[in-house]
């Protein structure tokens, strides 16, 4: 009868201990993207940093198309990026204000990342999830402004991490300063009529 009753106890403490070393794995992953980049990261290097044997990792995730989702998904939930629902109806101001605090907060990650993606297959999955929540807060900004290509580019060239990577950190703008220009461009677009042929 008592060994019945530690059963369930000894499958759910293994069950607990396995989700650690998960998570322990998919941490050490997410350290070593951002400092060394997912090109340089080995699933070797990830064992030794999480403490644990290789096979571990690979009984974990068989492959890098699983480490590398399971990391992404880890990092974007201990930060979420904006959510495009939040932004109908702000402020451009306010819309590139957040976004512009999340570059800050996941710049060395994201600046890896956008390095290795060419060199890293595996990295497809969570590019492409990236790729559509960027559609996504574009068409939020796009709502109620006008159709017009070159506001539809200014904001997107405004929502664009190499912008505002060359603008805080080449050009030395405050974030302010650069939230402004880059309102300034995309009201500028709007302002912009083709001259009439002759």
């Not at 904001?155 to 405050?174: M, N, P, V």
Request: one cysteine or more; aromatic letters at 8%; glycine letters at 6%.
């Amino acid at each position: 009868m008592a060994s019945e009753k530690k059963r369930p106890y000894n499958k759910r403490r293994r069950a607990e201990q396995e989700d650690e070393t998960r998570r322990r794995i998919t941490e050490a992953a997410m350290r070593l993207h951002g400092t060394v980049g997912p090109a340089r990261t080995t699933i070797k290097e990830v064992a030794a940093e999480a403490g644990v044997q290789r096979a571990t990792v690979y009984r974990h995730f068989p492959d890098l198309e699983s480490l590398f989702g399971a990391c992404s998904a880890h990092w974007v939930s201990l930060n979420p990026p904006p959510d495009p629902a939040a932004w109908e109806g702000d402020s451009l101001e306010a819309a590139l204000t957040e976004l512009y605090a999340w570059y800050e907060w996941g710049e060395a990650m994201l600046v890896n990342v956008r390095r290795d993606l060419p060199l890293v297959s595996a990295m497809a999955g969570p590019h492409a999830a990236f790729d559509a929540l960027f559609a996504a807060l574009h068409a939020a900004l796009m709502a109620g402004r006008p159709k017009r290509k070159r506001v539809a580019a200014a904001i997107g060239h405004a929502l664009e991490f190499e912008t505002w990577r060359s603008l805080r950190r080449g050009q030395g703008l405050s974030r302010r300063e650069t939230v402004e220009l880059m309102v300034a461009l995309v009201e500028a677009a709007g302002r912009i009529r083709r001259p009439a042929i002759r």
